[in-house]
């Protein structure tokens, strides 16, 4: 069975503090595995698209990288306003159009 | 623009109601997708459309169902829901079903049972 699950459940960092949020996979053929950033009471907001092991993406203070079992999101000298959850998600070569979502990370990054 | 855009935002319905959730994209995306997402946890699939036709449906309840009008608009018409069913209803689009592409999301409609 396709899964997808994210550590840690919940991160708190200090301004400035940097981190990795962990992202690993078990699925049948990866097609493409997706990080997005959710704000609470809001739809989430595409972050990176990665394909193949040892894909790197980078915008501002994030960059995500893959490997054939599980990814990171690093978050470089984070601010209050990277206070988010954030989501990763797959899509599995098993012939359907499904995007498989693990249970996300919520960070709170302190002034 | 990868704007998708959901309406209402907020609804309130009692149990014997019927009402509507729409989406909109004009992005030219193929596959459309309604998803529930309940207090922290991640959304849950409910439907797909491909080509506007439906191709996976997640054992839904029949008092969800979708609509697909055309390439750019996707509905969910509730009924008869329950209180459980209170959550926030996102719809999402992707440029291909065939394609390993990011889908979009709206914001998202907050829907409460009563």
């Known amino acids: 069975e396709d899964q997808v699950t994210q550590s840690p459940e919940a991160l708190r960092l200090q301004e400035g503090e940097s981190s990795s949020l962990n992202c690993s996979y078990t699925?049948?053929?990866?097609?493409?595995l997706f990080w997005y950033r959710q704000d609470p009471g809001k739809g989430p907001e595409f972050l990176f698209t990665?394909?193949?092991a040892g894909e790197e993406k980078e915008k501002e203070r994030l960059k995500a990288t893959l490997t054939k079992k599980e990814s990171f999101l690093h978050i470089t000298a984070p601010k209050p306003e990277d206070s988010a959850t954030y989501l990763c998600?797959?899509?599995?070569?098993?012939?359907?159009?499904?995007?498989?979502f693990g249970t996300g990370t919520r960070l709170k990054v302190l002034a | 623009d990868t704007e998708v855009t959901q309406t209402p935002k907020h609804l309130v319905m009692g149990m014997t109601n019927k009402k509507s959730l729409k989406c909109e994209q004009h992005?030219?995306?193929?596959?459309m997708y309604w998803y529930k997402q309940k207090a922290k946890k991640p959304p849950e699939l409910m439907f797909v459309?491909?080509?506007?036709?439906?191709?996976i449906n997640e054992s839904v309840p029949s008092r969800f169902s979708p609509e697909c009008p055309n390439s750019s608009l996707l509905n969910l018409h509730l009924h008869a829901l329950q209180p459980e069913d209170s959550a926030l209803y996102l719809c999402?689009?992707?440029?291909?079903?065939?394609?390993?592409?990011?889908?979009?999301f709206g914001q998202g409609t907050r829907l409460t049972v009563v």
């Open positions: 992005m030219g995306h193929r596959a």
């Open positions: 999402a689009s992707s440029q291909d079903p065939g394609m390993n592409t990011e889908a979009f």
């Open positions: 998600a797959v899509q599995a070569a098993s012939g359907t159009y499904k995007y498989i």
């Open positions: 990665l394909y193949s």
């Open positions: 699925v049948s053929g990866l097609r493409g």
């Open positions: 459309y491909s080509y506007e036709k439906l191709s």
